[in-house]
């Protein structure tokens, strides 16, 4: 076992990924291939992997699934198709339509497998009334740069699309529908995992207005009039819902006890801070930072090292003109308030090897971070204030690059804390 703080720290953030792989955890919650017409579907950034390990069980199957560039699998009979995250474009709202045709003539005999994950929110695109796609991406692209809660941003993305809040699940009926749910939100709410589309939804429009004032978004006309009206989101206890069930077979909390028990296993203590948190990524990091020097003075140099674990999914408010995202933003900022305090290392890491827009995991730091950082002319302060968290890393040699993991359950945290 590695004794190395970073390199214990990789460790557990690669970990975390492997018990979220759906090859290894997806079997267990699959039924038995029904008789009859079965159809696979699915969206998000593990859902191309999910629809491989469904065809190691049931064998080739008929079906289409939509995952991010990059992201695809070999697959025997379901058709993979990939497109754009976080920002939808054509190619998502083209298979989408092919999905929903696919859905379009099912009876009550057929059986539907729907697989989804984290960013299905953005892959399935079916606009509502007459937004165009140009439109929904200009919205997308306003949430994710204000700030906004996951949720506050998902019951936007309901209202405006012809697919979420359980209007996928709605076009398959009668039919009986299985949905698979890989959770990467806060709470594991299935409501939430990629906005819900086989999940009823009791927000309104007037919610979705709420929100888009709220975080001072400006819509098009033709957004105004959909949500001035009764949009295509289904109650919970709606009819064309009753014939679906929704398991989640892989959530943030096993990522984060697995690697509890490979940090115990290399003698540390571990803290878990909770698998569910939000909130503005250098805020939560400085909370964090002031935690960290709290419990190194409690415990003393004579203490086996402590692990703090979280997860969760953290949001940030875009300021400057840097590209960063939430994981690189909270090492970011957390090394600004460490100040290079000894003994303490952290990772941040998004799971699905993705933070924000960026082909980046996260970011690792320690003591040296600042020292190093001042050695290359940079500051940690300029680049916060500019959101400019990825750059800064990739010039310290700091970045955790994974390439597509083909999982995705959020944010992983820790921060190692050794006595001085």
């Known amino acids: 076992m590695a004794t190395n703080p970073q390199e214990l720290l990789r460790a557990l953030f690669e970990r975390a990924v492997e018990v979220a792989d759906p090859m290894k955890s997806l079997a267990s919650q699959l039924p038995e291939k029904p008789a009859g017409r079965v159809i696979v579907i699915g969206a998000g950034k593990a859902s191309a992997r999910m629809a491989e390990a469904v065809e190691a069980e049931w064998g080739a199957c008929e079906g289409l699934v939509i995952t991010r560039y990059g992201y695809g699998r070999p697959t025997k009979g379901i058709e993979i198709v990939e497109a754009a995250h976080p920002v939808p474009d054509k190619a998502g ?69 012809r697919v979420k809040g359980g209007q996928l699940a709605a076009a398959a009926y009668p039919a009986k529908m299985v949905a698979l749910l890989l959770s990467d939100v806060p709470g594991d709410d299935p409501a939430e995992i990629g906005s819900g589309p086989t999940v009823g939804d009791g927000s309104t429009p007037e919610d979705a207005r709420q929100i888009l004032a709220r975080w001072n978004i400006k819509v098009p006309g033709s957004v105004s009039e959909v949500l001035s009206g009764q949009t295509g989101v289904l109650p ?94 909270y090492a970011l900022a957390l090394a600004n308030a460490l100040k290079g305090a000894a003994g303490v290392h952290a990772i941040a890491c998004d799971t699905d090897g993705v933070d924000g827009a960026a082909e980046v995991a996260g970011a690792i730091i320690g003591p040296d971070t600042p020292s190093r950082a001042t050695a290359r002319g940079l500051s940690m302060s300029d680049a916060l204030d500019r959101n400019d968290a990825h ?5 310290i040699g700091d970045q955790v690059v994974t390439g597509p993991t083909l999982t995705n359950v959020n944010d992983f945290r820790a921060i190692y804390i050794n006595g001085v």
């Open 93 to 161: 709202q083209d298979a989408t339509k092919r999905m929903l045709e696919l859905l379009s003539d099912l009876d009550g005999d057929d059986f539907v497998l729907a697989l989804i994950s984290g960013g299905a929110s953005a892959l399935l695109t079916a606009p509502a009334g007459a937004i165009s796609l140009e439109e929904k991406q200009a919205v997308n692209q306003a949430l994710l740069a204000s700030g906004a809660p996951i949720g506050q941003m998902n019951v936007v993305r309901k209202h405006l699309s």
């Open 236 to 329: 919970p206890d709606h009819e064309r819902l009753g014939r679906v069930t929704n398991t989640i077979f892989a959530a943030p909390s096993q990522s984060l006890e697995a690697a509890r028990s490979l940090a115990e296993k290399a003698g540390c203590d571990v803290e878990i801070l909770g698998d569910a948190l939000e909130g503005e990524a250098r805020d939560v990091a400085a909370t964090h930072a002031d935690l960290a020097l709290q419990r190194q003075k409690e415990r003393g140099a004579s203490e086996r090292p402590l692990i703090l674990l979280s997860g969760g999914e953290l949001t940030v408010t875009r300021r400057g003109d840097g590209v960063g995202g939430p994981n690189a933003e």
């Open 391 to 395: 750059e800064f890393f990739r010039a």
